[in-house]
């Protein structure tokens, strides 16, 4: 009776820590779009809201181009390398971004192309806090961790990417942004209960 019982606690105790440290499965966002495919007025810029990208479980990701080098705010964008930024060629220096669930973020894959250039490292802030800052960007296909990551991102909340070194001749790609959903409270419901009956059950058959 000892016995089972110590096994049962064990089990019980391992599906409750499981739900208690959120260990869900990593995500992907990817940044390797077609901008024909999402350039809603045709004007050939991805610009204002255009840009929303979808996670593999399904967390939307609303980005908003916030400053360039030259001409507009906009994305440059494509299926092979992903988001360009840095400056060059009138990329991306700074975008703001919202998710509609907490994640976890945890790092990022570069694009692998051979018209990089330097070291375009960025930051990620809200408002003027820099939650994670000189994140390295030279584009060689590699995943990083974001630095003192993971960034704790709650839904609804404004967050800013900004390249901190720039200019004309900088720039890099994106490929993906690694996440880990936070899993809801009512989610864990299920877990807490299903470890109480198999605990219960176990005692009753001893």
Request: proline fraction near 4%.
């Amino acid at each position: 009776m000892h016995v089972q019982l110590c096994k049962s606690i064990s089990l019980t105790t391992a599906i409750l820590f499981a739900v208690a440290t959120g260990d869900t499965c990593a995500e992907t966002m990817s940044f390797l779009v077609d901008p024909d495919s999402i350039d809603g007025d045709m004007d050939g810029f991805i610009s204002g809201a255009e840009f929303s990208p979808i996670g593999s479980d399904g967390t939307t990701f609303a980005m908003t181009p916030t400053g360039n080098l030259v001409g507009f705010d906009r994305f440059h964008l494509r299926a092979t390398t992903g988001l360009r930024f840095g400056g060059g060629g009138g990329s991306a220096l700074t975008f703001d971004f919202s998710v509609d669930r907490d994640i976890e973020l945890n790092a990022y894959t570069l694009g692998t192309s051979f018209s990089f250039l330097g070291n375009p490292v960025f930051d990620i802030r809200e408002g003027a806090n820099a939650m994670s800052s000189s994140n390295t960007a030279i584009a060689s296909g590699e995943t990083h961790d974001f630095e003192v990551g993971p960034l704790s991102l709650q839904s609804g909340t404004t967050y800013s990417f900004v390249a901190v070194s720039f200019g004309a001749t900088v720039q890099s790609f994106l490929e993906s942004w690694d996440y880990t959903p936070v899993p809801e409270p009512m989610s864990c419901l299920p877990l807490w209960t299903a470890g109480l009956l198999l605990c219960s059950r176990r005692r009753l058959r001893s």
